[in-house]
């Protein structure tokens, strides 16, 4: 598993008009290459009256898995641009297929390789993009009196709280960076006297915004 890596916020699209021709992009996370073609095929399926649905998608950790489809444009004009815009983000798991409704002015091999990639672009600005961090599910079990002040303390640091269960203690689950695993417990330990219990759970990753 990547420590870390970039891709898409989540589905979502966004129109933009060149030359009277509609560039809309179709922008989702794929995990799988069935996931990206599924995805691919529904957007053809909705616009099936487009002149076409140019696609590109990027997966695996490694980018293993990369494909173009110029959907009837000119070779190399559509397709690459897309998948091009994803590599230059370095957006791992993506797909997008914008899909082009004809406006009636030919923009030549320049003109369609720059609206595509502009469409692309802009249409991974509006969706937005989240970094993954790989993280470590860290529980802390206190006694309620100890509460009050090891929130306040974990909401004012560097660290994000998962969640917090109310049992006969309370038990607050916290995103740790592995190497920064002891000395998080280090610092628990001596907040709460050595009244805390800590457990090392699953690892998982966190997403944030950028």
């Known amino acids: 598993m990547l420590k870390q890596y970039f891709t898409i916020k989540e589905f979502g699209s966004h ?120 993280m470590k599910i860290v529980h802390t079990k206190i006694d309620y009196t100890w509460l009050g002040k090891v929130e306040n303390e974990l909401r004012s640091s560097v660290y994000e709280i998962k969640e917090i269960h109310y049992v006969d203690n309370v038990e607050i689950e916290t995103f740790v960076e592995e190497e920064q695993v002891g000395k998080f417990t280090e610092w628990m330990i001596e907040m709460t006297n050595g009244q805390a219990e800590i457990l090392e759970g699953e690892v998982l990753y966190l997403e944030k915004d950028m």
């Open 15 to 134: 129109e933009i008009i060149i030359q009277k021709s509609r560039f809309i992009a179709h922008v989702n996370r794929a995990v799988t290459e069935k996931d990206a073609q599924d995805f691919i095929q529904e957007i053809k399926k909705k616009h099936w009256d487009a002149n076409h649905n140019c696609s590109a998608y990027m997966i695996g950790q490694h980018n293993e898995i990369q494909k173009a489809n110029d959907d009837g444009e000119p070779s190399g004009t559509a397709g690459v641009p897309i998948l091009e815009v994803l590599k230059k983000r370095d957006l791992k798991d993506t797909v997008v297929v914008v899909t082009r409704y004809f406006g009636g002015i030919k923009l030549g091999a320049g003109g369609l390789i720059r609206a595509y990639g502009k469409s692309t672009s802009e249409g991974i600005n509006a969706v937005g993009v989240v970094e993954r961090k790989l």
